[in-house]
């Protein structure tokens, strides 16, 4: 008889318990919590000596006070570990192609969290037109609408989309119930028949900057998008125009956005997403000019439940059959 599977959890699930249940049928999961980042690495090393090697790792969802997951923090899983599966869309925290080089497969969640981010998307675009951050201040201070002015309306204006994969395509969807017209640049372009069907127009970068009421990014953080929003393309959209932040922090410059929005030139910065997670600068967190969401997009009892399944539906399809679900690298055979 083989001897029994190995994986190492980072992260226990909340909701698919079941499933959990289910891979300890046929595996030995060794599984902790940490509580930063520190401790993740000590403890990965940790669990390594004693109790590696595994076949597979996984992170669960809620990562971010222990994330990035560094070359030093899996180096200890080496060699051995065919897998690191990770619980999001967005892999940027995770070194895919040194995983790659060591023979791993990485391993995401694409699906899960597309409805959730895009309803999160568009909350902050109302959020952002209508001044909720602001009003709520008011009323909670005993202050009503004192001081409050009058706010924008969604109907009639351009929603620009920066990024038109399944969150920015779920987003352009929801949105149009609210009477807007959506653009959008992509690195890649969508067939003409998709962009017919979700009523959407292609325009250059920057038309999309020139045009957009309100921009929305929903790229990846890749070296190409790192910093994409700066003070140069600030500078081209209209003044007024609102910032919407689904994807991920680093995909702003948030110094430029910092004096686009004290000199006004831009109305308001709708944030989900930060540098530095989960320590936002305090600028961002006390500004009137923003509102800010503790990277809550996909915070739901649904997305979680379907992500934590896609994560071990990753370990288990892997252990079964040597290539996890949703790969999003190829390991290099040597
Ligand atoms: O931020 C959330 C994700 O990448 O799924």
Not at 55 to 64: E, P
């Amino acid at each position: 008889m083989s001897p029994r599977k190995q994986v190492l959890g980072i992260g226990a699930p909340r909701l698919a318990t079941a499933e959990f249940a289910s891979l300890q049928e046929i595996a030995d999961v060794h599984w902790f919590t940490p509580v930063d980042h520190a401790q993740c690495i000590a403890e990965v090393a940790r669990l390594c000596a004693e109790k590696g090697p595994f076949d597979a790792a996984y992170v669960l969802f809620g990562t971010a006070k222990y994330s990035p997951f560094t070359e030093t923090m899996l180096a200890p899983l080496f060699p051995g570990c065919g897998l690191f599966a990770s619980g999001g869309a967005g892999y940027d925290d995770i070194p895919t192609a040194w995983l790659a080089s060591k023979g791993a497969y990485a391993a995401n969640t694409p699906t899960a969290v597309t409805n959730a981010t895009a309803d999160m998307a568009v909350f902050l675009t109302l959020a952002a037109l209508r001044n909720t951050t602001q009003a709520e201040m008011n009323v909670r201070a005993g202050k009503w609408r004192d001081g409050l002015e009058l706010t924008d309306d969604p109907m009639g204006k351009t929603f620009g989309i920066f990024g038109i994969g399944k969150i920015g395509q779920a987003t352009a969807r929801k949105i149009q119930a609210l009477g807007m017209d959506v653009i959008y640049n992509s690195r890649t372009r969508l067939p003409e028949a998709d962009e017919k069907t979700l009523n959407l127009t292609y325009v250059s970068e920057d038309e999309l900057l020139a045009r957009s009421d309100v921009l929305s990014l929903h790229c990846p953080l890749t070296p190409d998008t790192r910093g994409w929003l700066n003070a140069d393309r600030i500078a081209k959209m209209k003044d007024g125009a609102y910032i919407v932040n689904t994807s991920r922090g680093d995909i702003i410059d948030e110094p430029a956005l910092k004096a686009a929005l004290e000199s006004r030139k831009l109305a308001h910065a709708a944030l989900d997403v930060f540098v530095g997670e989960p320590n936002p600068d305090p600028w961002f967190t006390s500004s009137p000019y923003v509102t800010v969401q503790p990277h809550f997009g996909a915070f739901t009892k649904g997305t979680i439940h379907t992500g934590e399944r896609q994560v071990l539906d990753n370990v288990r399809t892997f252990l079964e059959t040597g290539k996890p679900r949703y790969p999003v690298n190829e390991p290099v055979r040597t």
